[in-house]
Nanobody
């Protein structure tokens, strides 16, 4: 079992910054990766960024250069630094833990999300 708790969301103006945190609790399970997703009002949930245990990082094109994912394995915490925020970034942001199933690393556990609201 994996439990994920996000924090750090809130209101911010266009061009501002926020840093999201996700604290993970496990019963010995070791994720093959961690990810951030987001869901804007009226839209489907979309993947934002992922980080592997060896710090291999991938970003969605729309956030590359503005968002930075990182992790502190000693604290079991993953972060998402978001800079140059735009109204299009308004969404509920979810942390996810990925587990390996049959040699494939898949998103398996979700946090409850934290709201990010960007206003102009």
């Amino acid at each position: 079992q994996v439990q994920l708790v996000e924090s750090g969301g809130g209101p911010v103006q266009t061009g501002g910054s926020l840093k999201l945190s996700c604290v993970m609790s496990t019963d010995g399970v070791t994720p093959c990766g961690m990810a951030w997703y987001r869901q804007a009002p009226g839209k489907e949930r979309e993947w934002v960024s992922s980080i592997s245990p060896d710090d291999t990082i991938v970003y969605q094109d729309s956030v590359r250069g503005r968002f930075t994912i990182s992790q502190d394995t000693r604290k079991n915490t993953v972060y998402l630094q978001m800079d140059s925020l735009d109204t299009e970034d308004t969404a509920v942001y979810y942390c996810a833990a990925m587990l390996r199933e049959k040699a494939v690393c898949r998103t398996k556990y979700w946090g409850r999300g934290t709201q990010v609201s960007v206003s102009s």
